[in-house]
C-alpha cells in the first residue's frame, strides 16, 4: 500500500532531445534547485524522478501527465558536506 502524497509545484527545463525534466521544485514559499537527476521512470500516463537537491536531500517526485499535477512521494534528508554551513 502506498503512503500518502504531498502536492508540490515543479519548473521543468528541456534537456537535450526536449524532454522536460525538473530543475526546481516549490514546498510553498520555499525552493529547492535540483542538482542532479539520479533516475528517472517514463510511461505514458506518469514520469517519476529521483533527485538530488541543494538542500542535499534525496526526493522521489511523480509526475502525473493528464492533470499535470505533481506529487512528492519519497523525501530523505540529506546530511551536509564537512566545511558546508547547514541550510536554515
Known sequence: ??????PIRVECTAE???EEVPCRLWFG?????VTAVVDRWLAPSHRYFKLLGDD???YLIRHDVPTK??????YEAGSVPPGRPATP
Open 56 to 58: 542535499h536531500a534525496t
Open 29 to 33: 514559499s520555499r525552493a529547492v534547485t
Open 69 to 74: 499535477s505533481w506529487e512528492l512521494i519519497l
Open 1 to 6: 500500500m502506498a503512503g500518502p502524497t504531498i
Open 16 to 18: 537535450n532531445g526536449g
